[in-house]
């Protein structure tokens, strides 16, 4: 009777050619490599309403490598336009350079803070931008513009105190029906542009009680420079 040949068993980590003689191919298999996870980076950005009157809309914050928010001098975008006038964050927010953005539900009250969180994968060459309009103005904001954030390692803040700026987009009349803030309930965004028509630093707000008796504001919605404190800090 024949002797009948088997084939080999098959172990973990070979592969078989074939069943046969003694010159039989056998395989290594190599086994796929599996790709590191990729790391999480969280950033929380805490916003503090430095002034005494002059509440803060929505807070809105943005990571970006390219761009800027305003630049002095020159001539402010539609979509700063729109958050200087009636304090609309989305259309700052949405421009394609922005990576990803955060915005708060609700206006920030004088000494009142918010807190906002933004999460991804790599800081490398990112900047990020904070952006709110001084609601009891015509036409005012302030926050950060492109501040670079590529080197903050786990555990590291930043601090900084932001100023009052000057869209130049509405003449700073004050008049009743022309700020959105809870001094007056009036108008918002407003397509049409003064002649001023640059970004400035804010001259700050004339009051009823400064003589000006056609204003709406008085010496509680007066602010002096800096408006907020931003601190931002790496959590992981």
């Known amino acids: 009777m024949k002797a009948l040949k088997l084939c080999a068993p098959v172990f973990t980590g070979l592969l078989l050619a074939g069943c046969g003689g003694d010159d039989n191919d056998v395989m290594l298999e190599t086994p796929t490599p599996t790709p590191p996870a990729a790391e999480e980076i969280m950033l929380k950005v805490t916003a503090v309403n430095l002034t005494n009157g002059q509440p803060l809309s929505p807070i809105g914050i943005a990571l970006h490598k390219e761009g800027q928010f305003w630049q002095i001098g020159e001539a402010a975008s539609a979509e700063l336009e729109t958050l200087a006038e009636g304090g609309d964050n989305s ?10 953005s955060s915005s708060a539900d609700a206006p920030l009250a004088p000494g009142a ?3 906002l969180m933004l ?3 790599s800081l490398e060459d990112y900047k990020l931008s904070v952006i709110t309009m001084m609601v009891n103005t015509n036409d005012g904001f302030t926050g950060l513009n492109a501040m670079d954030v590529s080197n903050l390692a786990e555990g590291d803040s930043i601090s900084m105190r932001t100023h009052a700026y000057d869209a130049g987009t509405e003449e700073n009349t004050e008049a009743q029906g022309t700020i959105p803030g809870p001094a007056d309930g009036g108008e918002g965004f407003n397509s049409a542009r003064e002649a001023m028509d640059k970004v400035a630093m804010h001259p700050g707000v004339v009051g009823n009680d400064d003589g000006l008796s056609s204003s709406v504001l008085d010496s509680t919605h007066k602010f002096d420079n800096p408006l907020m404190m931003i601190t931002i800090t790496r959590m992981k």
Do not use: A, I, K
């Open 91 to 100: 259309r700052l927010l949405g421009l394609d350079v922005v990576m990803m």
């Open 113 to 115: 803070s918010q807190e």
């Open 119 to 121: 999460t991804t994968e």
